[in-house]
């Protein structure tokens, strides 16, 4: 089981680029990377998934080496609402229980 | 219209108890999940059920029951209600059972008083 590391917090002011990274050391090759977005008293929702290189959205992108040990996620433009909580998570299968459990995840304070 | 909804958004009760929280999804997905959602944040997935049929049943106190009547419902009953059963409870669906995009409910808050 990939087990995933964040950075608690991040602070960051509208306007800017921010870049959320993900370490998973022991990703496995059939493993897909995820990132979701929760804010206060919601769900999480779904912001981007990729296997390698780049993944682009139209809300972030995804940037991941070729070793796949780590993965960044990048916003482009933050703006207050973009103050959420971030989840990375790594897995194949939601059966065999690798992508169930999201961490603590990174608390990302936009200011103005 | 919700894609995933859950009832109800705030359930305050006292130790003891028995409370049940229910979870609807419209999207005809075939999978639905319950997670545990603690005070440092931490989603800890309890249940996940396919076409009714419970397929993950992590390690939770059996004073946890799901039920789910069909594909489009997943309830969870709790009886004997602790103090440590405080949290936030977030109903989940997803198309299937490999990977892609799962959907959130709005989360059901619970103290046990």
């Known amino acids: 089981l990939a087990k995933t590391t964040q950075p608690i917090s991040m602070d960051s002011y509208e306007g800017q680029e921010v870049n959320i990274t993900c370490s998973h050391n022991?990703?496995?090759?059939?493993?897909?990377i995820t990132w979701y977005q929760q804010f206060p008293s919601q769900g999480p929702r779904f912001i981007i998934q990729?296997?390698?290189t780049k993944v682009t959205n139209e809300v972030a992108s995804l940037f991941i080496p070729a070793d796949r040990k780590s993965s960044t996620l990048s916003l482009p433009r933050v703006s207050l609402s973009d103050t959420a909580v971030y989840y990375c998570?790594?897995?194949?299968?939601?059966?065999?229980?690798?992508?169930?459990?999201f961490g603590g995840g990174t608390r990302l304070m936009v200011k103005p | 219209d919700t894609a995933v909804s859950q009832t109800p958004k705030y359930l305050v009760t006292q130790m003891g108890n028995d409370k049940s929280i229910k979870c609807e999804q419209n999207l005809g997905h075939d999978t639905m999940y319950w997670y545990k959602q603690d005070s440092k944040k931490f989603l800890k997935i309890m249940f996940s059920?396919?076409?009714?049929?419970?397929?993950i049943n992590e390690t939770v106190p059996n004073r946890f029951s799901p039920k789910s009547p069909d594909k489009a419902h997943l309830n969870l009953h709790i009886n004997s209600l602790e103090l440590g059963d405080s949290a936030v409870y977030f109903c989940a669906s997803s198309p299937g059972t490999s990977g892609g995009e799962l959907f959130f409910g709005e989360g059901s808050r619970l103290t046990v008083l």
């Open positions: 990729g296997y390698k």
């Open positions: 022991n990703i496995a090759t059939n493993d897909y």
């Open positions: 059920y396919n076409n009714k049929e419970l397929i």
């Open positions: 998570l790594v897995g194949d299968s939601w059966n065999a229980g690798n992508m169930l459990t």
